[in-house]
């Protein structure tokens, strides 16, 4: 069945090509075409375009199908072109013309482009919960390993002493700013577009605001033109999100990675997270971090691959949108992946102690040597010339006891006011809520 056909027959080969893999990613959308069905049944009715009693036989119906996909009955078949054909169906089978007239005053256009927004706007609420339940952890670990130095690098050399606490809470407010941009691509998907029809409205006297409050929106994508130029707009802007934060994720990963080398050895991870050698019985191979930096690397190419597929395309609807579900679904699931599998991996790593008790840490107090230098009076430039030929000649001797004060540091890490952070966007975002 397909809810566009006028009798004419379609090549099979054609049919095959053009429908693709609608049936598979469909099912992604069929809770929210339900969803979106039921709000067009009630404004048809309120408008008096169909019967109480027919709006009464639709819920039933629709409630049936959503009673299905609760319970992972739901199929799309064969006979199908795509979920919304199949949920017309269903309702025309069981209801007669009262199925038929839940197309009134709808475009495929905007019934598909209305469960995408759904789509997504939920997809960010649970991924966006989820990240601060991330959070919440990066915080409680920099609570936790405060007092934790460890050398601090740049251009992978040991640089100044940093400590657990530091990195941890780093990590944390980072994934606070990739949720504003998270927050950013919910306001474009929650948007409605339902009633814009084929991208040009509609004669009838359909009432969008009515759906738009019933289907939770926040905003009515008044204009019917600019409604239908949300499609590939929001994959796009979901997109740039997903890879803000996986590039956050894939660094963090490297770091970790990294730290569980033999060479730097500043955490461990328990056996049971590891890999081994098939040659070498000694390895013991940090895997769940490694494909957690591949798969976040490859989240990043996302917003090019969709700006590739839609660059060139003019205002209106064309079938090449129905690729971006292809591109961007699947890796929207991975995504999620990748969260539980942090959420997991994370409060299980161990911290190495005392790592600048060891001989080749000494230089990373060399700034210390020098701020001890200038407050007993010796000029910045002449203590810096002092402690550089200290440590060339092997007279250099640690300053290993200091202490900061200012706010971001091993001593002050801040987390009150990054709490603060969280709880001023908890407070402010509908992210944080998703279940």
Known sequence: MKIWDKGIAVDKKIEQFTVGRDRELDLYLAQFDVQASRAQANMLAGAGLI???????????????????????????????????????????????????????RSRNDQVLTAIQLFLKDYLERAGARTLELVEVLLQKAEAHQHDLMPGYTHFQAAMPSSFGLWFSAYAEHLLL????????????????????????????????????????????????????????????????????????????????????????????????????????????????????????ALQALPNTLMLATSNLPSGYHRDFQILKEILFEPMTQFLDILDIVLFALPQVRIKPNLLHQAKYDAVFTVENINQLIQAGTPFRTAYKQVGEAVENGTYVPHQQFQTTHLGSIHNLGLVEIRAKVARFRAGSRLSSGE
């Open 178 to 297: 990739d949720l504003a941009l998270f927050e950013a691509a919910h306001t474009v998907a929650d948007q409605n577009p339902l009633g814009s029809g084929a991208g040009f409205g509609s004669s009838f006297p359909i009432d969008r605001l009515q759906t738009t409050r019933e289907m939770g929106f926040g905003n009515l994508a008044v204009s019917s033109v600019g409604a239908q130029m949300l499609r590939g707009k929001t994959e796009k802007t979901v997109a740039f999100a997903l890879a803000g934060m996986a590039a956050t994720l894939a660094k963090m990963a490297y770091d970790l990675v990294l730290y569980n080398g033999q060479d730097m050895a500043f955490v461990e991870l328990p056996a049971a997270f590891t890999t081994g050698s098939s040659i070498m019985p000694h390895k013991k191979n940090p895997d769940v971090f490694e494909l957690i930096r591949a798969r976040c690397n």
């Open 51 to 105: 019967s109480d009693g027919e709006n009464q036989q639709l819920q039933q119906g629709l409630q049936e199908l959503a009673a299905q996909l609760e319970a992972g009955s739901f199929i799309i078949g064969e006979d199908f072109e795509d979920v919304h054909s199949k949920i017309e169906y269903y309702l025309t089978e069981k209801f007669g013309d009262a199925g038929k007239k839940i197309h009134t005053a």
